[in-house]
């Protein structure tokens, strides 16, 4: 190789690492809350007690996660001895929060040892938590049986007012499994039955879509085979009993109600307020545009490597998450799918993480991940991620010029926030003035930190990366120099 | 390709890409047109300014010119700051201080127009890493001095011509109560020219490019 071409080769590769490095340092990275679990009686382990197994499924976007979680629920006798009952109870946690075993217990419909069993699936924004309980059929009066419940927000289960029946077309015993719940409090699930309480239960037969809110009367709207979930329209997504198809319906104001096919060998998990529609068809993640069918060319999520993946929920800003298969698929990860990229979100924690995260569930509109996974011994543990805050510098802040108003006697200036970084920064976002000209005076701040005032834009949620936001900023002076100041943007808190 | 030749390619086509070096400080032009027929037969003022941002604004500076009118300007203006000239005959605001301002009596007629020209370092900013721009502001005020007229901007101006820290400029135009827009800001073409300096500098490079190329590749006579 001469000279000449070594050093163009030389520019080139030391310009494209320069820009690689640039892009991982800008990857979105995460906190991590470890949920635990309600735990179990355990006098072997340190504090009488060991975590049990838990699972995340819901997530909404004040952080709190929803999902089930194993524990011990009595005795029973065995040739002489009291050996412990385990069951498995929904969960809802506080706003980014472990598991609380005392306040975050859902119960179940009955609680005997018979019947003492719930599982949480989604949940709004009202706290308002779905899934389904173990339940004797109350018209035979024996028998095990699901039903679906909708919970008062941030209430237990109540077998009273929470009971959202069932439908079957022999209704001697009724299933019925909730699994999302938009923000009206509309609920989709799926229901079926039997004749006897021998019979194999068909429970997924029908998909159902409730009516909003007050009291739990069953309001059945057969939809196809199971639904999965539901978007703050009223749209369902799910599958067909007799045929792989995934579907979209219309929204609930419009009646009778329409299906769109999605596409062929297609399983639907989830639909956003826009109306894309995410899942799997074949092996592979998908996520469509808005209210359409599925795009075999641009509609595909794409794997960590591995053969298979599968795409479990989306948010309204068309974030993906799911789990796939890494690369010898001998593993499976969870990813979030961001601006046509899909992250591995093991590579995107702390340093040290010493766990597994192997299926994204659910991402709410602030961008958290409720994710299921393993610990270092292997149990199995759900984890809350959080976008890290050390967004201030990929913030960048510009100002206008100063005019001045005769009438008001202040000087106004509008402020660009602008987010250079290759993620979205999630809001509220804060911008601090600081080295203010001596005798000038920011008018209309929100607050002061350490010493210095702040304005905060609550109605920035987020910020897509090379978009912008403004805001107008107003200042009493009288002097004659230049009015000075700096201004530095923060997302989420200082 | 000789080492020589190749090394001096290789610095013309590193001056070339970084760009900036040969770009004209172009100065930039906006016809501006106030609709003051509302007001017409009215008395009140005229108020220009030309303020910097809050911290480190390029310079940069405000030529009105050209300025028509069916209205009355009076003979005198109030200057604050870096400000010069008068209306109609034209005058000079540059962004030093923080307010730079030309406050004259008018009596309205059905328009005012004029041109502004704005030229300067912030026009061109190069590799100069700035975070706060330049702002022209073009309102109307009553008898008393302090009530804005036609616009229900927070500013009280009907027009802002706003130069960013990248050197682009953006226009915004304000409605009054009702809802109509009594300023239109325009774009006039661009009469750039390349600086003397930099013409010196492409003729230089020109000359021993080929001077090089020469005495490298031409063969050799013996």
């Given at each position: 190789?001469?000279?000449?071409?070594?050093?163009?080769?030389?520019?080139?590769?030391?310009?494209?690492?320069?820009?690689?490095?640039?892009?991982?340092?800008?990857?979105?990275?995460?906190?991590?809350?470890?949920?635990?679990?309600f735990g179990i009686p355990d006098s072997t382990q340190p504090g009488g007690f060991r975590h049990s197994s838990t699972y995340v499924y819901g997530l909404n976007n004040k952080g709190q996660a929803v999902g089930d979680s194993y524990l011990q629920i009595g005795t029973y006798l065995y040739y002489g001895q009291q050996l412990p009952e385990y069951s498995v109870h929904g969960f809802r946690t506080a706003p980014n929060s472990a598991i609380n075993s005392q306040t975050d217990d859902l119960g179940s419909f009955y609680s005997n040892i018979y019947y003492n069993e719930s599982h949480a699936r989604a949940i709004n924004d009202s706290g308002e938590v779905v899934g389904w309980s173990s339940t004797s059929d109350y018209k035979l009066n024996f028998g095990y049986s699901e039903r679906a419940f909708r919970t008062q927000p941030n209430s237990p289960i109540n077998l009273l007012t929470d009971d959202l029946g069932g439908?079957?077309?022999?209704?001697?015993?009724?299933?019925?499994?909730?699994?999302?719940?938009?923000?009206?409090?509309?609920?989709?699930?799926?229901?079926?039955?039997?004749?006897?309480?021998?019979?194999?239960?068909?429970?997924?037969?029908?998909?159902?879509?409730?009516?909003?809110?007050?009291?739990?009367?069953?309001?059945?709207?057969?939809?196809?085979?199971?639904?999965?979930?539901?978007?703050?329209t009223g749209q369902v997504t799910g599958n067909f009993s007799s045929f792989p198809y995934a579907?979209?319906?219309?929204?609930?104001?419009?009646?009778p109600v329409n299906l769109t096919f999605i596409a062929d060998y297609t399983t639907a998990y989830g639909v956003n307020d826009g109306g894309q529609v995410v899942g799997s068809r074949g092996n592979l993640a998908i996520r469509t545009a808005p209210n359409t069918f599925l795009n075999q060319t641009t509609d595909m999520l794409g794997t960590l490597g591995g053969v298979a993946s599968d795409a479990y929920a989306i948010n309204s800003f068309?974030?993906?998450?799911?789990?796939?298969?890494?690369?010898?698929?001998?593993?499976?990860?969870?990813?979030?799918?961001?601006?046509?990229?899909?992250?591995?979100?093991?590579?995107?924690?702390?340093?040290?993480?010493?766990?597994?995260?192997?299926?994204?569930?659910?991402?709410?509109?602030?961008?958290?991940?409720?994710?299921?996974?393993?610990?270092?011994?292997?149990?199995?543990?759900?984890?809350?991620?959080?976008?890290?805050?050390?967004?201030?510098?990929?913030?960048?802040?510009?100002?206008?010029?100063?005019?001045?108003?005769?009438?008001?006697?202040?000087?106004?200036?509008?402020?660009?926030?602008?987010?250079?970084?290759?993620?979205?920064?999630?809001?509220?976002?804060?911008?601090?003035?600081?080295?203010?000209?001596?005798?000038?005076?920011?008018?209309?701040a929100t607050g002061s930190h350490n010493g210095n005032p702040f304005i905060t834009l609550n109605n920035i949620t987020r910020l897509d990366p090379g978009t912008t936001t403004s805001l107008p900023v107003t200042f009493s002076y009288?002097?004659?120099?230049?009015?000075?100041?700096?201004?530095?943007?923060?997302?989420?808190g200082f | 390709m000789h080492i020589v030749l190749k090394l001096i390619t290789i610095i013309a086509i590193v001056i070339l890409c970084t760009g900036n070096c040969w770009s004209a400080n172009a100065d930039t032009t906006y016809q501006i047109d106030l609709n003051t027929t509302p007001l017409s037969g009215y008395s009140g003022f005229v108020d220009l300014q030309f303020n910097p941002g809050g911290f480190d604004s390029l310079d940069a500076s405000a030529n009105i010119s050209q300025v028509t009118t069916n209205g009355s300007l009076s003979n005198s203006?109030?200057?604050?700051?870096?400000?010069?000239?008068?209306?109609?005959?034209?005058?000079?605001?540059?962004?030093?201080?923080?307010?730079?301002?030309?406050?004259?009596?008018?009596?309205?007629?059905?328009?005012?127009?004029?041109?502004?020209?704005?030229?300067?370092s912030?026009?061109?900013?190069?590799?100069?890493?700035?975070?706060?721009?330049?702002?022209?502001?073009?309102?109307?005020?009553?008898?008393?001095?302090?009530?804005?007229?036609?616009?229900?901007?927070?500013?009280?101006?009907?027009?802002?011509?706003?130069?960013?820290?990248?050197?682009?400029?953006?226009?915004?135009?304000?409605?009054?109560?009702?809802?109509?827009?009594?300023?239109?800001?325009?774009?006039?073409?661009?009469?750039?020219?390349?600086?003397?300096?930099?013409?010196?500098?492409?003729?230089?490079?020109?000359?021993?490019?080929?001077?090089?190329?020469?005495?490298?590749?031409?063969?050799?006579?013996?």
């Amino acid at each position: 190789m001469t000279t000449f071409r070594r050093l163009l080769f030389s520019t080139i590769a030391l310009a494209f690492m320069t820009r690689c490095a640039v892009c991982a340092t800008q990857a979105q990275t995460y906190t991590v809350v470890d949920l635990n679990s309600f735990g179990i009686p355990d006098s072997t382990q340190p504090g009488g007690f060991r975590h049990s197994s838990t699972y995340v499924y819901g997530l909404n976007n004040k952080g709190q996660a929803v999902g089930d979680s194993y524990l011990q629920i009595g005795t029973y006798l065995y040739y002489g001895q009291q050996l412990p009952e385990y069951s498995v109870h929904g969960f809802r946690t506080a706003p980014n929060s472990a598991i609380n075993s005392q306040t975050d217990d859902l119960g179940s419909f009955y609680s005997n040892i018979y019947y003492n069993e719930s599982h949480a699936r989604a949940i709004n924004d009202s706290g308002e938590v779905v899934g389904w309980s173990s339940t004797s059929d109350y018209k035979l009066n024996f028998g095990y049986s699901e039903r679906a419940f909708r919970t008062q927000p941030n209430s237990p289960i109540n077998l009273l007012t929470d009971d959202l029946g069932g439908y079957s077309q022999f209704p001697t015993i009724v299933f019925s499994q909730a699994y999302a719940i938009n923000g009206r409090g509309e609920v989709a699930g799926t229901t079926g039955g039997g004749t006897d309480p021998g019979d194999t239960p068909d429970y997924d037969k029908y998909g159902f879509r409730t009516t909003p809110t007050g009291a739990p009367q069953f309001s059945m709207t057969r939809m196809g085979r199971v639904t999965t979930s539901i978007n703050a329209t009223g749209q369902v997504t799910g599958n067909f009993s007799s045929f792989p198809y995934a579907f979209l319906s219309s929204p609930s104001s419009v009646q009778p109600v329409n299906l769109t096919f999605i596409a062929d060998y297609t399983t639907a998990y989830g639909v956003n307020d826009g109306g894309q529609v995410v899942g799997s068809r074949g092996n592979l993640a998908i996520r469509t545009a808005p209210n359409t069918f599925l795009n075999q060319t641009t509609d595909m999520l794409g794997t960590l490597g591995g053969v298979a993946s599968d795409a479990y929920a989306i948010n309204s800003f068309g974030d993906v998450v799911g789990s796939s298969d890494v690369t010898g698929n001998n593993a499976t990860h969870a990813f979030v799918y961001r601006s046509g990229n899909l992250f591995d979100l093991n590579d995107l924690l702390p340093q040290g993480s010493n766990f597994i995260l192997e299926e994204a569930r659910a991402i709410n509109d602030v961008g958290q991940i409720a994710v299921n996974g393993h610990d270092s011994t292997n149990n199995p543990h759900a984890y809350l991620l959080t976008p890290t805050t050390t967004s201030r510098n990929y913030l960048r802040v510009t100002a206008s010029g100063l005019v001045y108003n005769r009438q008001t006697q202040t000087f106004n200036a509008t402020l660009t926030v602008t987010n250079t970084a290759i993620a979205p920064i999630y809001g509220p976002l804060q911008v601090e003035l600081t080295k203010i000209t001596s005798g000038a005076t920011l008018l209309h701040a929100t607050g002061s930190h350490n010493g210095n005032p702040f304005i905060t834009l609550n109605n920035i949620t987020r910020l897509d990366p090379g978009t912008t936001t403004s805001l107008p900023v107003t200042f009493s002076y009288s002097g004659y120099a230049r009015l000075a100041y700096t201004a530095t943007a923060y997302s989420q808190g200082f | 390709m000789h080492i020589v030749l190749k090394l001096i390619t290789i610095i013309a086509i590193v001056i070339l890409c970084t760009g900036n070096c040969w770009s004209a400080n172009a100065d930039t032009t906006y016809q501006i047109d106030l609709n003051t027929t509302p007001l017409s037969g009215y008395s009140g003022f005229v108020d220009l300014q030309f303020n910097p941002g809050g911290f480190d604004s390029l310079d940069a500076s405000a030529n009105i010119s050209q300025v028509t009118t069916n209205g009355s300007l009076s003979n005198s203006d109030v200057l604050a700051g870096s400000a010069s000239g008068m209306l109609p005959s034209g005058a000079v605001i540059e962004n030093v201080a923080a307010y730079n301002d030309l406050f004259q009596g008018f009596t309205f007629g059905s328009d005012l127009d004029f041109r502004v020209t704005f030229s300067g370092s912030a026009l061109s900013p190069g590799a100069s890493i700035t975070s706060s721009g330049s702002t022209f502001a073009v309102s109307l005020y009553g008898t008393d001095q302090v009530t804005p007229l036609l616009s229900t901007s927070s500013t009280g101006a009907l027009a802002l011509v706003t130069i960013n820290p990248d050197g682009s400029i953006v226009s915004t135009t304000y409605p009054d109560t009702d809802g109509i827009t009594h300023a239109s800001v325009v774009l006039l073409p661009s009469t750039s020219v390349p600086e003397p300096g930099n013409i010196v500098l492409a003729v230089c490079l020109g000359l021993v490019y080929v001077g090089t190329f020469a005495r490298y590749t031409l063969p050799t006579r013996y």
